[in-house]
C-alpha cells in the first residue's frame, strides 16, 4: 500500500469542489476583462506611429497554471516576436498576486533616445525597469524589477546594453479589481508614448 497521505488541510481541500468552481468564473471574468482591454488596445495602438508589423497580429489571451506555482492569465497586444526584433505589451494577472503591465522592446524595436523619455515621463514609485537577465520573468522581486525613479539614465542604458532588451513594468493590487482597466488603458498610453 501507498504511503502518499493528504495532511487534513489538503484533504478538505480536495474535497472542496465550490474551490475550483470559484477559481473557474474568476478566471473566466479576468478573460472578459482582458477582452475589453484588448478592445480598447487596439484603438489606442492606432493614435501612435508604430512599425506596421508590429500591429498586424491581433490581441492574444492566454492561460496556464504554473507561473511560480499559480496561475496566470496574459494578454499580448501589440505582439512582435521576430528574430532578434521584439515589441511586445504584455498584461498579466497572477493569481494571489496582482495584475501587472510590461513593455518589452529588443533589437530594431528599442527607439533612439528611448532613456530620457523613461527618465523625463516615468516618475513616482509605480513603474520598473527590469534589471533581471530573463525578459521573460514577471514578477517584480528585487533581483528583477527595480524602482525606475531610482535609476539614472546612464544607469537604464548600462542595463540595456548588458541585458540587451528594455522592459518596463507596472503593477496593480488584485484587490483594486474595480479600477484595473483604467489602470491598464492609462499604463498602455504612457508606454507606447515611451516606445515612438
Not at 60 to 70: A, D, P
Request: some cysteine; charged content about 15%; aromatic content about 12%.
Amino acid at each position: 500500500m501507498s504511503n502518499v497521505k493528504l495532511s487534513a488541510a489538503e484533504l478538505a481541500l480536495a474535497c472542496n469542489a465550490d474551490i475550483l468552481l470559484t477559481k473557474n468564473s474568476v478566471v473566466s471574468k479576468v478573460y472578459d476583462l482582458f477582452g475589453h482591454l484588448s478592445q480598447s488596445f487596439l484603438q489606442q495602438a492606432n493614435q501612435f506611429s508604430l512599425p506596421a508589423e508590429v500591429l498586424k497580429t491581433s490581441p492574444k489571451i492566454s492561460r496556464g497554471e504554473n507561473y511560480h506555482g499559480l496561475p496566470w492569465v496574459m494578454l499580448d497586444y501589440p505582439r512582435l516576436f521576430s528574430g532578434n526584433d521584439i515589441f511586445s505589451v504584455r498584461t498579466m494577472f497572477w493569481w494571489g498576486n496582482y495584475f501587472s503591465q510590461f513593455i518589452l522592446l529588443k533589437g530594431e524595436m528599442i527607439p533612439a533616445g528611448v532613456s530620457q523619455r523613461i527618465v523625463d515621463q516615468l516618475s513616482g514609485d509605480q513603474h520598473f525597469l527590469c534589471t533581471g537577465t530573463d525578459p521573460w520573468q514577471h514578477h517584480f522581486t528585487e533581483t528583477n524589477m527595480a524602482v525606475i525613479s531610482q535609476q539614472s539614465q546612464q544607469e537604464i542604458n548600462s542595463q540595456v546594453a548588458q541585458s540587451g532588451f528594455l522592459k518596463l513594468g507596472t503593477k496593480i493590487p488584485i484587490e483594486r479589481w474595480e479600477s484595473v482597466e483604467n489602470f491598464m488603458t492609462a499604463s498602455f498610453d504612457t508606454f507606447l508614448k515611451i516606445a515612438t
